[in-house]
C-alpha cells in the first residue's frame, strides 16, 4: 500500500456510489480510504481525497452542513503546500457545498473574496474568471452586496460579458465547463429567468442527458433539482410533453436520494413533487407538498430552500386564488431570503408576488 492507493480507493468509492450504484460499497470504501490515510502525511492525503470522499461520497450519508469543515481544511492544506488540482478541485467543492448546505450569503461572499486573494497569489486565472466571478456575480445578485470596485472579482464581472461555457470551451477548460453551465442554469432559476434557463437545459443536452434517461447520479443533485424546477415551469408554460417526462425522471430520482439521505433530500423531493402535482393540476396534493418541503427544509436548516420551497408556494397559491395562503407563503418566503442574507431577493419576491398576485394590497 501507499499513499497513490489511498487516492485510488477514494476515487473508486465515487465509482461504486454513481456509476455502479453500490452505495453501501461506495461509503464502506470511503471510511477505508479515510482510515488508510492516517498512516500516511495526513497533510499531503487530506488535499487530495477529502474532495473526493466528504464532497462526493458521504454527502449519501451525512448531514451536508457537517462536510463544510472537512473541505475547508482539504482548501487550506491544498493552498499551504501549493498543490494546484487540489486546491482547484477542493476550491469548487467547498464553495458549491457551502451553498449548498445553507451557508448565510455574506460569509459566502467574504469567503469568495478571500479565495480570490489565494487563486490570484497562484496565478490560477482560470479559477478566478471561469468560477469566482460567477459565484460572485450570483451572490451579489442574491444579497445586494457589493465588493470594493478595486477588489478583482468585480472588475472581472465588469470586464467580462461572454458566456462563460463557451469562454470555458473556447480555453479547453473542461472541469470549468460543467461548472459553468451549473452555475448558469442555477443563476437563471434564482432570477425566476425561466426562458435562459430552459434554453441551458436544451443546449447542453448530453450535460443534461439524466434528464433523458433517468440515471440521475448522486454528485449531480443539485443541477437535476435545479433543471427538474425549470422542467415543471415549462411543461405548465408550453405543454410539451417532454418537459413533463424530464420533471418526472428527476422527482423519481430524489425519491431514492431522500431514501438515502432524509436529512439532505428530503426537502427537495418533496418540492418537487409539489410542483409535479401543480403541474398535473392536483391540488390537494401539491398544497400539502409545499408546506411539507418548507418544514422540512427548516428544519434540516435549509434555510435558502425554505425560501424557495414558499416563493414557489405563493405563486402555486396566487395561481388558484387562494389570497390568504399566498400572503402567507409571501412572508415566509420573505423572511426566510432574509435570514439567509439575500435581501434584494427577498424584496424582489415581495414586488414579483404581490404585484402579481395581490394587486399591490
Not at 436544451?202 to 443534461?208: A, H, Q, T, V
Not at 418540492?271 to 393540476?281: C, F, I, P, Q
Amino acid at each position: 500500500l501507499c499513499d497513490d492507493t489511498v487516492f485510488a480507493l477514494s476515487v473508486f468509492s465515487i465509482t461504486l456510489l454513481n456509476h455502479l450504484q453500490d452505495i453501501d460499497e461506495g461509503r464502506a470504501l470511503a471510511r477505508t480510504a479515510l482510515s488508510l490515510a492516517e498512516f500516511y502525511d495526513a497533510n499531503q492525503m487530506i488535499q487530495r481525497v477529502y474532495g473526493f470522499i466528504y464532497g462526493n461520497v458521504l454527502v449519501s450519508e451525512k448531514p451536508l452542513q457537517s462536510l463544510v469543515e472537512p473541505l475547508l481544511r482539504a482548501c487550506r492544506l491544498s493552498f499551504s503546500n501549493s498543490h494546484f488540482e487540489s486546491s482547484t478541485i477542493n476550491t469548487i467543492t467547498y464553495i458549491s457545498r457551502s451553498w449548498q448546505a445553507g451557508k448565510r450569503l455574506p460569509l459566502v461572499m467574504n469567503e469568495i473574496n478571500a479565495f480570490a486573494h489565494q487563486h490570484k497569489q497562484q496565478s490560477h486565472f482560470a479559477m478566478l474568471q471561469l468560477f469566482l466571478a460567477p459565484i460572485y456575480k450570483i451572490v451579489s445578485a442574491l444579497s445586494g452586496i457589493s465588493l470594493d470596485s478595486s477588489e478583482l472579482l468585480p472588475q472581472l464581472v465588469a470586464t467580462c460579458n461572454k458566456d462563460i461555457v463557451e469562454t470555458a470551451s473556447i480555453k479547453k477548460e473542461m472541469l470549468y465547463v460543467t461548472t459553468a453551465i451549473a452555475l448558469s442554469l442555477e443563476e437563471s432559476l434564482s432570477l425566476r429567468n425561466f426562458a435562459q434557463a430552459s434554453q441551458i437545459i436544451l443546449k447542453y443536452p448530453d450535460f443534461f442527458k439524466m434528464l433523458e434517461n433517468g440515471r440521475v447520479r448522486i454528485n449531480q443533485f443539485m443541477v437535476a433539482f435545479n433543471a427538474g424546477l425549470v422542467s415543471f415551469h415549462m411543461a405548465r408554460e408550453t405543454r410539451e410533453a417532454h418537459w413533463m417526462e424530464k420533471g418526472t425522471h428527476v422527482v423519481a430520482a430524489f425519491e431514492k436520494f431522500s431514501k438515502m439521505n432524509e436529512w439532505n433530500f428530503e426537502h427537495m423531493y418533496l418540492l418537487l413533487k409539489a410542483e409535479m402535482h401543480h403541474t398535473k393540476g392536483e391540488t390537494n396534493e401539491a398544497a400539502q407538498a409545499y408546506y411539507l418541503s418548507a418544514e422540512a427544509a427548516q428544519k434540516h436548516r435549509f434555510v435558502h430552500h425554505s425560501a424557495l420551497s414558499c416563493e414557489l408556494a405563493a405563486h402555486y397559491f396566487g395561481n388558484v386564488g387562494l389570497k390568504e395562503k399566498t400572503r402567507e407563503m409571501i412572508k415566509r418566503s420573505h423572511d426566510a431570503y432574509m435570514e439567509w442574507g439575500a435581501a434584494r431577493k427577498a424584496k424582489a419576491v415581495i414586488n414579483l408576488l404581490e404585484l402579481k398576485w395581490l394587486d399591490g394590497n
